[in-house]
Nanobody
Framework: QVQLVESGGGLVQAGGSLRLSCAAS????????MGWFRQAPGKEREFVAD????????YYADSVKGRFTISRDNAKNTVYLQMNSLKAEDTAVYYC????????????????WGQGTQVTVSS
């Protein structure tokens, strides 16, 4: 079992930045694809970004490309999401996710989820 705990959410003005962190426990994440999803009010949860075991590949949703950066530190069992140039439409609950294996989580349901952290961008 992998437990995931997100932090770093909050209220920020449009154009600002936030860095989300996801601390994993229970197992080392070095063999897990790690990622972030988000869910805005009244909308379905959507993929944001993910990263392979050693960071060899990273995928991003078109809506965040060029603004968000995902990274990981396997020694700290932590994954990050740096969010720059935030927009009001980025407002959502952001969820950390983990999945065993080598496939991107763009088209599958992750095996593990965190509880989520709220990000609110004021315009």
């Amino acid at each position: 079992q992998v437990q995931l705990v997100e932090s770093g959410g909050g209220l920020v003005q449009a154009g600002g930045s936030l860095r989300l962190s996801c601390a994993a426990s229970g197992r080392t994440i070095s063999n897990y694809v790690m990622g972030w999803f988000r869910q805005a009010p009244g909308k379905e949860r959507e993929f944001v970004a993910d990263i392979s075991w050693k960071g060899a590949w990273r995928y991003y949703a078109d809506s965040v490309k060029g603004r968000f950066t995902i990274s990981r530190d396997n020694a700290k069992n932590t994954v990050y999401l740096q969010m720059n140039s935030l927009k009001a439409e980025d407002t959502a609950v952001y969820y950390c996710a983990a999945n065993e294996g080598v496939l991107s989580m763009r088209s599958l349901i992750p095996g593990y989820w965190g509880q989520g952290t709220q990000v609110t961008v004021s315009s």
